[in-house]
């Protein structure tokens, strides 16, 4: 099968090449050429899928996976450059597309956000902004593929070539061990998934031609901060290595939030969009591997030679954690 990635060189993308690849597949990869290391084995196309996509002119595939569409012009952008020449299309969505989660447990038609953009507007994407652009960019791409379309809502992805830095942090920091400044409510609902397990899982669901929705999340609920934390710990920390739990309105009151504490809403609310049931992935053949394998992979990752120079560097430095944990021992 002849597949083409759009953003395919980081993290997710160049999981989804891997894997792709290793199915025997022909992959060519949309991006911008600012770094190649990301996809070996795979043809390069260089453009900026905002400006012009010319490069893509007489080209064919069989299947088109976007994985970086942030506002829904772009979607209609790459329509117009592929035409009827990109086969079955995938999109990289996220659970992010939900409305407030009333309860855990909740599949693939609950309740979405309001969408924005489809005037074609590009407000900057932040964190008010990003799910109401991706609902915007599924909506965009069901009109322009309508029964050929897959749709991906992954939770928070983890793994090696994180370059968020968002679920490394917690790596790095456990691997440290010591006492570890635990942020918030120890059973706020958590879910994640390992770029590996969802770029096999895209990979499968394009060979079968598929055009569902899904949520490629795990576990399945209940799953809390305190489970990840606890599991990441007996896989990389040193003997010893305690976790101190500090309430978010104390956090919040001593000036910290997610930017320091990644993964952490900064609020004790449970968050039950990090609790969507992964029945349908899992029928579909989902399979995750245990969070022990991911934790231990990504160290490596972090300490190896192949960790990306460009990774950003989030979390708590260690001397404010420091101080922290001594004034909320004093308080």
Same mark, same amino acid.
């Given at each position: 099968?002849?597949?083409?990635v759009?953003?395919?060189t980081?993290f =997710?993308?160049?999981?989804?090449?891997?894997?792709?690849?290793? @199915?025997?597949?022909?992959?060519?990869?949309?991006?911008?050429?600012?770094?190649? /290391? %990301?996809?070996?084995?795979?043809?390069?196309?260089?453009?900026?899928?905002?400006?012009?996509?010319?490069?893509? $002119?007489?080209?064919?595939?069989?299947?088109? #996976?976007?994985?970086?569409?942030?506002?829904?012009r772009?979607?209609?952008h790459?329509?117009?450059?592929? %035409?009827?020449?990109?086969?079955?299309?995938v999109? #990289?969505?996220?659970?992010?597309?939900?409305?407030d $989660?009333?309860?855990?447990?909740?599949? @693939?038609?609950?309740?979405?956000?309001?969408?924005?953009?489809?005037?074609?507007?590009?407000?900057?994407?932040?964190?008010?902004?990003? %799910?109401?652009?991706?609902?915007?960019?599924?909506?965009?791409?069901?009109?322009?593929?309508?029964?050929?379309?897959?749709?991906?809502?992954?939770?928070? #992805?983890?793994? +090696?070539?994180?370059?968020?830095? *968002?679920?490394?942090?917690?790596?790095?920091?456990?691997a440290?061990?010591?006492?570890?400044?635990?942020?918030?409510?120890?059973?706020?609902?958590?879910?994640?998934? !390992?770029?590996? !397990?969802?770029?096999?899982?895209?990979v499968? *669901?394009v060979? /079968?031609?598929?055009?569902?929705?899904?949520?490629?999340?795990?576990?399945? +609920?209940?799953?809390?901060?305190?489970?990840?934390?606890?599991?990441?710990?007996?896989?990389?920390?040193?003997?010893?290595?305690?976790?101190?739990? =500090?309430?978010?309105?104390?956090?919040?009151?001593?000036? #910290?939030?997610?930017?320091?504490?990644?993964?952490?809403? /900064?609020?004790?609310?449970?968050?039950?969009?990090?609790?969507?049931?992964?029945?349908?992935?899992?029928? $579909?053949g989902?399979?995750?591997? +245990?969070l022990?394998?991911?934790?231990? !992979?990504?160290?490596?990752? =972090?300490?190896?030679?192949? /960790?990306?120079?460009?990774? *950003?560097?989030?979390?708590?430095?260690?001397? *404010?954690?420091?101080?922290?944990?001594?004034?909320?021992?004093?308080?």
């Open positions: 099968m002849r597949i083409l759009i953003g395919g980081r =997710v993308g160049r999981h989804i090449v891997a894997a792709a690849l290793a @199915e025997g597949h022909s992959v060519t990869v949309l991006h911008r050429g600012v770094d190649c /290391a %990301g996809a070996p084995g795979a043809e390069h196309l260089h453009a900026d899928r905002d400006g012009d996509l010319g490069v893509l $002119a007489g080209r064919q595939w069989d299947a088109t #996976i976007d994985v970086c569409a942030y506002w829904p772009q979607v209609h790459l329509a117009d450059a592929l %035409g009827e020449r990109g086969g079955h299309h999109l #990289i969505s996220t659970v992010s597309v939900y409305a $989660a009333p309860e855990p447990g909740l599949d @693939e038609q609950a309740t979405l956000l309001h969408p924005i953009g489809l005037d074609g507007d590009a407000p900057p994407v932040d964190a008010t902004t990003y %799910g109401p652009l991706k609902v915007g960019c599924e909506q965009a791409a069901q009109r322009r593929y309508g029964g050929g379309l897959l749709v991906i809502r992954p939770t928070y #992805i983890v793994g +090696p070539h994180d370059h968020t830095g *968002r679920f490394t942090y917690w790596v790095e920091r456990a440290r061990g010591g006492t570890v400044l635990a942020p918030g409510n120890p059973e706020a609902p958590m879910q994640y998934i !390992d770029a590996r !397990d969802l770029a096999a899982f895209v499968a *669901r060979d /079968a031609g598929d055009d569902d929705v899904y949520h490629v999340v795990h576990p399945d +609920p209940p799953f809390s901060m305190a489970d990840l934390l606890a599991e990441v710990g007996a896989a990389v920390a040193p003997e010893g290595t305690h976790l101190e739990w =500090v309430p978010s309105d104390w956090l919040v009151e001593h000036g #910290i939030g997610p930017a320091h504490l990644p993964l952490w809403p /900064a609020s004790d609310d449970p968050e039950f969009v990090l609790a969507m049931d992964p029945a349908r992935a899992i029928a $579909a989902l399979r995750a591997r +245990p022990a394998q991911t934790a231990r !992979d990504t160290l490596d990752w =972090v300490r190896g030679s192949h /960790a990306e120079p460009g990774r *950003r560097r989030v979390g708590l430095d260690p001397g *404010r954690e420091a101080d922290l944990l001594s004034a909320w021992q004093r308080r």
